[in-house]
């Protein structure tokens, strides 16, 4: 079981970047999945999450209206879409699902906003 997060880069305050999580080992649609985040010197926080079930999204209000959480079941992947991005966005973001008594963590990719 793996997840493979990507897409963060380097962008201008207000600009866009779409991230990646890619599952393999599993079928991705039967779990829900959250995007997380770590800036330097902070605690991880929870981004957003979708549902397995409806496909339901939530989101931190720090990110409400900015992040769009989606999946492409026939990709067996979880995108999510951030625009408006800040420089308080900078952070790594990882991907995870929990299952079988088991939390599985995808490598993060690294999203840096610049001002």
């Known amino acids: 079981v793996q997840l493979q997060a990507s897409g963060g880069g380097l962008v201008q305050t207000g600009g866009s970047l779409g991230l990646s999580c890619v599952a393999s080992?599993?079928?991705?649609?039967?779990?829900?999945i959250g995007w997380f985040r770590q800036a330097p010197g902070k605690e991880r926080e929870g981004v957003s999450c979708i549902s397995a079930s409806d496909g339901r999204a939530y989101y931190a209000e720090s990110v409400k209206g900015r992040f769009v959480v989606f999946r492409d079941n026939a990709k067996n992947t979880v995108y999510l879409q951030m625009t408006s991005l800040k420089p308080d966005d900078t952070a790594v973001y990882s991907c995870?699902?929990?299952?079988?008594?088991?939390?599985?963590w995808g490598q993060g990719t690294q999203v840096t906003v610049s001002s």
């Open positions: 995870n699902t929990y299952f079988g008594g088991t939390s599985y």
């Open positions: 080992g599993f079928t991705l649609d039967n779990y829900a």
